[in-house]
């Protein structure tokens, strides 16, 4: 009985050591080195409606224009934008045609002149990325006619770099600072009122903010509405 007890706390003690004696920890297993295989990709989301009245801002056509020099750091650009967005119910001011038919007892020769305003982006009360285009053509339906082109640009970004960036605030003039004027495929239907017009200039350092020379070239597709002249009414009392 003596021996029987004997053993069984041999065992008791034994149990216990062992219990307390913590073993080493094991190696750290492979990392693996084939990634698995990525799942599917889901399927596109429908395209959302454009806002209301976003028709109306791009129905009158564009003008694109093409920037192309060296910033005044240096750094050479090359900035093509459209101007597509007009504002709702200011025909008058941004796309307008006038007609005159001389007069020849006072010398006068006929001419047609347009009024064209359009914009980088929806046009918001402050007003700014925008280009301001003033064509007068005299002798329209002559063999030779003469272009006067009066064009600015307001508050126009470029950006050099992706984190650099200056802006155009400045007018153009074809009998002050274009060089080299171009202009070709002049073309205005009256019926449709479409006028298209290309042409290309050059400005001199000095009269563009990069002090640098500036190619400029522009693309115009616009539709022009004229005025119907209305007598004047009495306002009553």
Known sequence: MKKKLLKIMLLSSLALFLSNC????????IDATIDGTDGV??????????GLGFDDLLQYGNIDITLQGTAIDDTPFTDQ???KFTSIGSIQETSSVYHYEGDE?????PYTSFNVIRYVSSPAFIVSNALYFDLTVTNPEGGSPDYDIDMYLEGHVVYTTATKYFSFNEGYESDENMANLDISAYNFDEETGMLTMSFSFNVAPDDNNTNNDLAVSVDINVQVFERIETPETAIPL
Request: no cysteine.
């Open 22 to 29: 913590d073993g080493e920890d094991g190696i750290d297993g």
């Open 41 to 50: 990709n889901g399927t596109n989301g429908e395209d959302g409606e454009d």
């Open 81 to 83: 934008s459209s101007f």
């Open 105 to 109: 007892e006072l010398d006068e020769d």
